[in-house]
T-cell receptor
Framework: TQLLEQSPQFLSIQEGENLTVYCNSS?????LQWYRQEPGEGPVLLVT?????EVKKLKRLTFQFGDARKDSSLHITAAQPGDTGLYLC??????????FGQGTTLQVKP | DSGVTQTPKHLITATGQRVTLRCSPR?????VYWYQQSLDQGLQFLIQ???????AKGNILERFSAQQFPDLHSELNLSSLELGDSALYFC????????????FGPGTRLTVT
């Protein structure tokens, strides 16, 4: 069974702090996506990474795909209360359907 | 706004009943996916349709069924409802099947009492 493990599961920080969320698997993925979900809403796609070692930046968010295509990280610089939400990683294995991690709940306090 | 629409937004029903959830994909998308999200299970893939045909099945119960119509909208039918079926149900669409980006609708919150 292919699994994506996210850590930490919960994170509560003060505004202005930096944080990193990790997404790990023993399986190789052709690509990996990060979503952000607010309560009562659907997940919103943030980024797709497709090349091993790839780094993508979206304003204060930095996404990295591991060289071996088994892991990814999301780093947020100077977190703001508007960053609060559930962050989900999702991977496409070479065969099979999109697999979601359990998510990281981030709370940024003003 | 992802371009994916789902109705209804909220649904409250009793155990043993049957409900139908509706999804309209983004314009041009041929593939529709259904997911269930509960607090303890996370986001679980249920079923995928591509251009009217079932493409992949996940953890979908036999009491649940779905279909995709010629106009590409999709319906998820949930029958003999149990308390444990209470959850958020999301529809997502993508251009084609495979490793394409999925865009999620706002979800239907189902409460079974």
């Amino acid at each position: 069974t292919q699994l994506l493990e996210q850590s930490p599961q919960f994170l509560s920080i003060q505004e202005g702090e930096n944080l990193t969320v990790y997404c790990n698997s023993s399986s190789v993925f052709s690509s990996l996506q990060w979503y952000r979900q607010e309560p009562g809403e659907g997940p919103v796609l943030l980024v797709t990474v497709v090349t091993g070692g790839e780094v993508k930046k979206l304003k204060r968010l930095t996404f990295q795909f591991g060289d071996a295509r088994k892991d990814s990280s999301l780093h947020i610089t100077a977190a703001q209360p508007g960053d609060t939400g559930l962050y989900l990683c999702a991977g496409f294995p070479y065969t099979g359907k999109l697999i979601f991690g359990q998510g990281t709940t981030l709370q940024v306090k003003p | 706004d992802s371009g994916v629409t789902q109705t209804p937004k909220h649904l409250i029903t009793a155990t043993g009943q049957r409900v139908t959830l509706r999804c309209s994909p983004r314009s041009g998308d041929l593939s529709v996916y259904w997911y269930q999200q509960s607090l303890d299970q996370g986001l679980q893939f249920l079923i995928q349709y591509y251009n009217g045909e079932e493409r992949a099945k996940g953890n979908i119960l036999e009491r649940f069924s779905a279909q995709q119509f010629p106009d590409l909208h999709s319906e998820l039918n949930l029958s003999s409802l149990e308390l444990g079926d209470s959850a958020l149900y999301f529809c997502a669409s993508s251009l084609r099947t495979g490793a394409y980006e999925q865009y999620f609708g706002p979800g239907t919150r189902l409460t079974v009492t």
